[in-house]
Each structure stands twice: as structure tokens, then as C-alpha cells.
């Protein structure tokens, strides 16, 4: 989709790629705080878990304090050992104590006489292990007991005896039930083998320990659980989904072969940064609906200035110049008008230049003679190509009209080139023309013009190099004058060869005091090619700076030399046009062609 206006380009360039940037950002914002949370909430859990195990552990710990005090310590009195399960039986939440010992550990109680280091004469003692049974409903607590209990060692290594303390399961869990966690997740506290002793969910009440439910039977991240928890005391195992749908923690207890685990919603873990993505996301899309409607609002004036701007600039292409824009802002749409107004201007001014030189040129091409011109037995073809609309070259052809058989021929060249070497063309023609009329020889017609030029370019420095002639058709004579001019070039018939027409002779319009002296050629026979032209023929370049120079420009009319002046001219001019080839002409060609029949 291309963008129509400037605030569809606002839209596409600026707000859409921010949107993105935007998104992108809270993307990747989100991302780094669910792995902050799902650490924060892992530890977390972990410290609950840990906590709920280190209460359950101290009620425990107490009891197996008590028994290994039996166990260890076998210089006890009876009265001490009483005493001692005296204590178990008052320990918070012990239901009951039984105990089945030998029958010298009964006498030897009974009568209060046998120490229990005596007993270890016996050899009986106490066993290694603790036993832990499943939870099971006691009909006249109402209620889930376990019992604890460590079994006698007689000296074949044989069971002779047991204490067991039986605990209310409920009183031993009472701490941790209470809790929010406990009450909001889902819970467990499962055994080594994997039986769910008790859960936050409601389980049939029962005492046969083979209906109890098993953990991790269908569940993916329970069996997972599971699985970690063989391999580590605690931990956090998250489950399938990006966020994850269910995160684990667990942690095995120190003093009972049981572990706490804790399963809850990932969404609920995520909640407070998925509540804080959609609030980014739904602020972010109003933000930048406000945002497009204010750009709209406050840039609506500048769009308005700018397609003002634009349609002058239409009308301007078209060449209708209307009234100037008025600046309204002090910004860069302001400085646009500003500088429309200047180049309107400005370019209204060209185009009048323009129309002047175009003009100019109309009236410096009325001024040359005709290209193309015939005499008995003369034939004289010219061409001007400016390099500019105008230029200082020109040729003349001047006749007389109380002389028919002679004819007056002229190349020059101004130095410089555009309108001001075109003025001093035009002036320098006039002058000369003007003075031919007048009769005399060729040296006081160009003394003459000299000293008429000289005043006019006294402050400028400007000159004019010229070559003039004058032909006797019937004698076929001709005289020359040049002034600072290149000679022309001669080609005879006879020999095939050429000379120079050259002479002394300063520019004119520099020395009002130069006297200039004419020069004569005889006897012109059939077939000869006179050829004047300015510099521009031969100092034309090529692309790479060579230039076309005097010997090309002698070898094509050596070449072309029984064409007709007409076409002589043509062929220079092409030919120097494609030496030129992509070059840029850059000063004024004239050329000048006689040929005698």
C-alpha cells in the first residue's frame, strides 16, 4: 500500500513501525518477567512447602527424640523409662502408646530393680528403623490416626519387641491446613510410594489403606512430580503450554518418608502479568488511536499549506504564475512557502530571460545572410551553431549594389560568447556595413571600424578578431584583411594542396591606433576552396578532453573538395559532431565556404 497524503505516510512510516516496536518491546517484556515470576513463585512455594514440612517435622522429631532416648541410653531406671513414655503419651497429638517388650524387660519393669543397660546383657535393644503406617479412620476419634513405631532387636537379629505411638493425622497437619495456600491450590502430602495421604480436594473417608488414591496415575505433571521427586529432596516441575498450564513444587520431609506437593494454575501464577499485558496492549492501541487523531488535528493545517504549495507548483509547471503564497508558519512549512515564493520568482524572471533570448536569437539569426549564395562563378555557403541561444560568431555576405561584380565577405568572432558577445557582434556588423557603403579600400574600412570599436569597448576589454574579403567575381581577385583572425585555408585543384591566407593583423577594439594593410591573391583558378571559420571548428573536444583540431579539418576538405560549398560545410559540421559525440559543444562554430567554378 503506497501512502496518498502525508499523514498516511505518518501512519505507515512512523506509527505502525512504533506499534510494532511497542509490541516487540512488551513481547519481550513479557517473556522476561513470566520467567521472573515463575522463579519468584518456585522459590516461593518452595519456602511454603518447607515451612509446612518443618512444622509437620517438629511434631515428629519430638516423638522420635523420645524413642531414641530409649534406644540409646540403656542406663535408664525404670522410673526413667516410665517417665519417658509417660512423655510420649503426653506429646501433642499422640493418641496412644503400645508397646510389646520381653518378659525380663516386663520384670525387670515391673519391679522397678532392672536398669535397661542390663537388658543390653540380654541382648535385646531397640530396633534401627522407624515405621510409619497410612493414614486410617479411627471410628472413636473421628478421625485419620498413623502410627510411629520401632521394633526390639534380639541378639539373632530377630523382631522381640515393639513400641508404637499412634498420632491423630489430623492434629499433625492441623498447622498447615490453616493456611491460604493450603485451602487455595491444590495440595497433596503423598508417601515414597506414591499413595496420596491426604489432599485439598475431599477423598472418601476410609481405613483400608488399599482404597487410598494414588498419586500420579493419569496426570502428565504429576507424574513428573513424581519422577523429580526420586531424584531431588525439592523442586518445581512445570508442565506442558507456553505459559506453562500447571507448575509443581514439592518437598520431601525430613523426619517421615512423606513429601508435600503443591499444583497450581499457570494462569493463576501469571495472572498479575497477563492482567498487566492486556492493560499494556489495550492502553498502547487507545494511546495510538489518540495519538493518529491529534497528528490529524495539528497537522491538517500544515497539509492544507503543503497542498497549497503543491498545486502552485502544478500551476507553476503548467506556466500559469498565480499570486504569491501567504506564510502563515514560522517552521519549515513556512520556509517552504517562503522559498516557493523566492523560486517563483526567480523563475519568473528566467522565463521572461528566456523569452528575451529566445528573442535575441530570433534577431541575431535575422541579422546573418542567407546559408546559401550563388555569384556567375562563386558559390559561398555559411553556418553559425551558438552554443547558447545566442552568440559572438556571425559571417556576412555583402553586396553592392552600383557594383555587381564584386562581392564583400566577412567571418568573425567575438571573444566570449552569449548575449554580451552577441551585442558586440551585432555592433561590430553594423559598423562595418555601415562604413562599406561608404566606399574606399579594405584597409580604411577596417582602420575605420577599428577606431569606432575601440570606443566602445574601452572599459569592457572585449575584441573582436576578423577576417574580411573582397572578391572580384570577374577578375577572380581577392583581397583580404585579417584582424587577429585565424587564416584561412585554400585548397588548389592543381597541386591538391593547401595554403594559408595569412597576414598581420591585430584584433580589433584593442589599439584605436593600428593601421592594418591589406593583402591581394591572383589568377584563382576552377575548382579552388577558400574556407574561413572561427575557432570553435577545430578546439571542439571529445569526451576525453582530444581535440578535433586543424589537421581533421584540413584533411575533410581536402577529402570533400569537389562537393559543393553547401555541402563542404555540412560535412565539417557532421563530422565535427561526431568526433564531439556525447560531448557538449562548448564555444561558438562558424564557418564560411567559397568555392570558384
Known amino acids: 500500500m503506497k501512502p496518498k497524503n502525508l499523514q498516511q505516510r505518518i501512519i505507515i512510516f512512523v506509527l505502525i513501525p512504533v506499534f510494532f516496536i511497542l509490541s516487540g518491546m512488551g513481547w519481550v517484556t513479557f517473556i522476561y518477567t513470566r520467567n ?52 510420649l503419651k503426653n506429646t501433642e497429638g499422640v493418641v496412644e502408646v503400645n508397646y510389646d517388650v520381653p518378659k525380663n524387660f516386663h ?68 498447622q498447615i491446613s490453616k493456611t491460604n495456600w493450603w485451602k487455595s491450590h491444590n495440595a497433596f502430602i503423598i508417601d515414597n510410594e506414591g499413595n496420596i495421604l491426604i489432599r485439598t480436594q475431599k477423598m472418601e473417608n476410609n481405613n483400608n489403606a488399599d482404597r487410598l488414591v494414588k498419586f500420579a496415575q493419569t496426570d502428565p505433571l504429576e507424574k513428573l512430580t513424581l519422577a523429580a521427586l526420586s531424584k531431588n529432596r525439592y523442586g518445581t516441575v512445570f508442565g506442558s503450554g507456553r505459559p506453562p498450564e500447571e507448575i509443581s513444587g514439592y518437598y520431601h520431609l525430613n523426619e517421615a518418608p512423606w513429601s508435600l506437593v503443591l499444583i497450581s494454575p499457570g494462569k493463576q501464577v501469571l495472572k498479575p502479568i497477563l492482567n498487566f499485558i492486556i492493560f499494556y496492549f489495550v492502553s498502547g492501541f487507545l494511546s495510538i488511536i489518540s495519538v493518529i487523531l491529534f497528528i490529524r488535528i495539528t497537522i491538517n493545517g500544515t497539509t492544507k499549506a503543503i497542498k497549497k504549495v ?134 580604411q574600412v577596417i582602420n575605420d571600424v ?79 576552396v577558400v574556407l574561413i571559420g572561427t575557432d570553435g571548428v577545430w578546439e571542439d573536444k571529445d569526451n576525453s578532453g582530444e581535440h578535433f583540431g586543424k589537421k581533421r579539418l584540413e584533411n575533410v576538405l581536402q577529402q570533400s573538395n569537389i562537393l559543393s560549398s553547401k555541402e563542404i560545410v555540412n560535412k565539417i559540421i557532421s563530422d565535427g559532431k561526431k568526433f564531439r559525440s556525447k560531448a557538449k559543444q562548448m564555444d561558438d562554430i562558424t564557418l564560411l565556404v567559397l568555392k570558384f567554378l
Request: with cysteine; net charge negative; hydrophobic share 40%.
Open 107 to 174: 520384670r525387670a519393669a515391673n519391679h522397678g530393680r532392672m536398669p535397661l543397660r542390663q537388658m543390653k546383657g540380654m541382648h535385646e535393644t531397640l530396633g534401627e528403623e522407624f515405621h510409619f503406617t497410612l493414614p486410617k479412620y479411627n471410628t472413636l476419634l473421628n478421625s485419620e490416626i498413623i502410627s510411629l513405631s520401632t521394633d526390639f532387636i534380639d541378639k539373632n537379629g530377630k523382631v522381640a519387641g515393639r513400641i508404637e505411638v499412634v498420632i491423630s493425622f489430623q492434629d499433625l497437619i492441623e
Open 310 to 443: 503543491s498545486k502552485a507548483a502544478k500551476n507553476l509547471a503548467d506556466g500559469l504564475f498565480g499570486e504569491q503564497l501567504p506564510v502563515i508558519y514560522k517552521d519549515e512549512v513556512g520556509e517552504l512557502t517562503y522559498n516557493f515564493n523566492r523560486m517563483t520568482k526567480q523563475l519568473k524572471e528566467r522565463v521572461e530571460l528566456k523569452e528575451a533570448m529566445n528573442l535575441a536569437k530570433k534577431v541575431q539569426q535575422s541579422l546573418l545572410p542567407p546559408a546559401n549564395a550563388s555569384y556567375k562563378n562563386l558559390e559561398i555557403s555559411g553556418r553559425s551553431v551558438y552554443c547558447d541561444e545566442t552568440g559572438g560568431d556571425f559571417f556576412d555576405i555583402i553586396e553592392f549594389p552600383n557594383h555587381p561584380k564584386k562581392i564583400c565577405v566577412a567571418v568573425g568572432d567575438v571573444v566570449g560568447h552569449g548575449v554580451s558577445a552577441a551585442l558586440l557582434m551585432a555592433t561590430t556588423r553594423a559598423l562595418l556595413r555601415g562604413r562599406i557603403t561608404h566606399g574606399g579600400s579594405l584597409s
Open 450 to 528: 577599428n577606431r569606432l570599436l575601440c570606443i566602445d569597448t574601452y572599459e569592457s576589454g572585449s575584441f573582436v578578431s576578423l577576417f574580411l574579403f573582397m572578391i572580384d567575381v570577374e577578375k577572380k581577385e581577392l583581397r583580404w584583411i585579417r584582424a587577429g583572425h585565424d587564416p584561412a585555408i585554400v585548397y588548389h585543384p592543381d597541386k591538391n594542396s593547401l595554403i594559408a591566407l595569412s597576414g598581420d593583423g591585430l584584433v580589433l577594439g584593442l589599439d584605436e591606433n593600428f593601421w592594418y594593410d591589406e593583402n591581394v591573391f591572383v589568377n584563382i583558378q576552377e575548382g579552388t
Open 36 to 87: 521472573a515470576i515463575i522463579k519468584q513463585w518456585s522459590e516461593t512455594a518452595i519456602a511454603k512447602l518447607q515451612k509446612a514440612s518443618h512444622l509437620i517435622d517438629m511434631r515428629l522429631s519430638k516423638t522420635k527424640d523420645l524413642l531414641l532416648m530409649l534406644k540409646n541410653d540403656t542406663s535408664q531406671s525404670f522410673i526413667v523409662q516410665e517417665f519417658i513414655i509417660n512423655q
